[in-house]
């Protein structure tokens, strides 16, 4: 199991929450997706996944869902 | 036709204008509903409907979305 920890700027609401889980867990091997909401700064999300993440589709993932990874 | 403007507190992006624009659509006689969003502030949202908005129903549709009705 793979803990990777994802800062995230834009969070605003828990309806931007959602949609960021959502897309996370679309990625391959993700089993959990923890947001520790920062509303509108940089909020710190946390994946849990079976394999460690690609870096270019968890950027896009989190680009999908409209915000952006602060690298 | 009667055009209603409300004042809005907390929505702070897109998802919430969603998510107050579909309560709001689903009061009696609602034909359209524009959000002007203020983020984190209080926002201007004007409904045009074939009625009068009943008051009551109105501040309950907000608080449904989550949000608070300034008045």
Redesign the interface.
């Known amino acids: 199991m793979t803990s990777t920890v994802l800062n995230v700027q834009g969070l605003?609401?828990?309806?931007?929450v959602a949609?960021v889980t959502e897309e996370l867990q679309g990625l391959d091997g993700v089993t959990s997706v923890d947001v520790a909401l920062v509303?509108?700064g940089v909020s710190t999300v946390t994946v849990l996944s079976t394999e460690p993440l690609e870096p270019a589709a968890t950027k896009a993932a989190i680009t999908e869902a409209?915000y952006s990874l602060v690298e």
């Open positions: 605003t609401c828990g309806h931007c949609s509303k509108g409209g």
